[in-house]
């Protein structure tokens, strides 16, 4: 481990791939403030040494009550004009992890996931039993109204093109752990039932000690076709790939493979941040070993098919 690595760490975090570039371009600034708020909490809590698994978690959470992104109160709606939300949480030093799936009634989906890992044998529950499980922790919950109303409320503030994607944070702690976390309202016009995957580990989240976390955006089936997230972090781990090899791989991949589009972000196990992009548009900001709030709309590596 290099110098600059010991005792520092680092936060990424993503509010959704998708959009045409030059109308979110628009709300850069906004986009741009919320981000920096939320990578502004989780440096307050890494700096005082909370975990990368805590910070990941609030980090969703927040992005989560924030009507501009595609999560939590600003999930889209599926074709029958209902909310199903996904949610998942990783924890590298265990491999402990816990989702959710298209559940319709709970306020901070990546909050369920949490005690889907840390109080069930399982790591992913949907339907009723996650229904059920989510009143037994007395987890907040909300009705449909409440989705609908987020999304009356930024109608005005952000174009209906730019209502794309995923939320997720990945983060490494002072201790060297990294922790992963992803939520969505999926698809606008979804079928109901449909499942991506930000809720399946590998899929969309990922998270080890022996590699990195990552968490990725896009149309969800391509990133289960090719189990992007766990792929990223198994160039790292076995063939001793860096941070952004293993994303420039990965995104290269997708574009080859399933000729997709969409976005991941990953942080290594040494605090390297790495954001690779081959749709047109991925709301992200990092810190990257203590140093300063950076947000970008373009991140830096690109599929070389492009
Ligand atoms: N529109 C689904 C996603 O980005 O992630
Ligand atoms: N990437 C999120 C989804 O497709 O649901």
């Not at 990578?39 to 980090?59: H, P, Q, Y």
């Not at 955006?217 to 293993?246: S, V």
Request: proline share 3%; hydrophobic share 40%; with cysteine.
């Amino acid at each position: 481990m290099d110098k600059k690595s010991q005792n520092s760490f680092s936060l990424a975090i993503h509010g959704g791939a998708g959009g045409v570039y030059s109308k979110v371009r628009k709300q850069e600034k906004l986009i741009y403030d919320h981000l920096e708020t939320v990578l502004e909490a989780g440096r307050t809590l890494l700096a005082k040494g909370g975990s990368a698994l805590d910070t990941v978690n609030l980090c969703v959470r927040m992005l989560e009550d924030d009507p501009l992104f595609n999560a939590g109160c600003g999930a889209v709606a599926n074709a029958a004009g209902r909310y199903e939300l996904d949610a998942s949480i990783m924890d590298g030093k265990t491999l402990q992890a816990g989702a959710v799936a298209a559940v319709v009634n709970v306020k901070n989906p990546v909050d369920l996931a949490r005690l889907v890992m840390k109080k069930t044998p399982h790591v992913l529950l949907c339907g009723p039993g996650a229904i059920d499980f989510a009143k037994a922790q007395d987890v907040p919950t909300v009705t449909q109204r409440y989705f609908k109303s987020a999304e009356t409320k930024v109608k005005d503030l952000v174009d209906k093109s730019s209502k794309h994607g995923t939320v997720g944070a990945v983060a490494r702690d002072i201790k060297s752990n990294v922790a992963a976390a992803t939520s969505t309202g999926g698809y606008d016009k979804k079928m109901p039932g449909r499942i991506g995957d930000s809720p399946l580990i590998g899929a969309g989240n990922y998270a080890d000690n022996a590699s990195g976390a990552i968490s990725c955006t896009g149309i969800g089936e391509h990133f289960i076709r090719t189990g992007a997230a766990a792929y990223a972090a198994f160039l790292i781990e076995h063939d001793g790939l860096n941070a952004q090899q293993a994303a420039q791989k990965t995104i290269n991949r997708l574009k080859e493979k399933v000729k997709a589009d969409g976005a991941f972000i990953l942080v290594d196990k040494d605090g390297n941040v790495a954001i690779a992009q081959n749709a047109t548009v991925m709301r992200c900001g990092w810190i990257e070993h203590n140093g300063p709030a950076l947000t970008t709309l373009q991140a830096p590596i690109r599929a070389q098919s492009q």
